[in-house]
């Protein structure tokens, strides 16, 4: 590759990196910070059930996803498993931020899928730990609140409703590529009824449907 060709690449990846960014702020404005704290689940959230579709290569895995909050150890507990009772997967997220990995099915035991399923569930619960400095920026026609912060090299983007202060939708995004991407639906008793996340450098795809 000659040295022109090299630059050409190197711009054309800076390019799509500031779109990236400037796609996040383009309709949105900075505002002072707000004075509510956007969530997923609510402080007195204590269990809840998802009919769950996990895509991952070229295989699916189907069944319940069980979030219960243990109160007693200051941890949310993550259990997934079939419709039939067969576990596929039982994780364990400390209020710190710690996880740890109770039982997982041998065929799933693989560390690139450990480590984004760990990131989609910290996403989900904001166990980030220490001093952040985080951003508002609002949306006037949407009235949606954005939420941005920087952590271990990548970028955190949370928006939310003005009203509710539930959060609609979460990106993370690395220093130049998109890679996870979770919608949530609408909410019914503190709880959304959907979740949806992509990862966008990856084959793996997670659908959750509320059940109770």
Do not use: W
Request: aromatic fraction near 14%; charged fraction near 25%.
């Amino acid at each position: 590759m000659t040295v022109l060709k090299k630059l050409a690449t190197i711009l054309i990846i800076l390019s799509i990196s500031l779109q990236s960014c400037f796609h996040y702020h383009a309709a949105f404005k900075q505002v002072e910070a707000v004075n509510v704290k956007p969530v997923v689940f609510s402080d007195s959230f204590e269990k809840a059930l998802y009919k769950t579709n996990i895509q991952f290569l070229n295989k699916e895995y189907s069944g319940l996803m069980f979030f219960k909050r243990m109160n007693e150890t200051h941890a949310t507990r993550v259990v997934f498993m079939s419709e039939f009772g067969l576990k596929f997967f039982d994780f364990e997220l400390l209020d710190n931020g710690e996880f740890s990995v109770k039982y997982i099915l041998d065929e799933l035991n693989r560390e690139s899928l450990i480590g984004v399923l760990e990131q989609d569930i910290k996403l989900l619960f904001q166990t980030v730990q220490g001093p952040v400095e985080r951003k508002y920026y609002f949306h006037e026609n949407k009235a949606v609140y954005l939420e941005k912060y920087r952590l271990d090299k990548g970028r955190y983007y949370y928006f939310f409703d003005e009203k509710s202060t539930k959060i609609s939708q979460i990106e993370f995004t690395g220093s130049v590529f998109k890679k996870i991407k979770i919608i949530l639906g609408d909410y019914s008793n503190g709880l959304p009824k959907s979740i949806d996340i992509k990862h966008v450098n990856k084959a793996l795809k997670l659908q959750l449907r509320l059940v109770k």
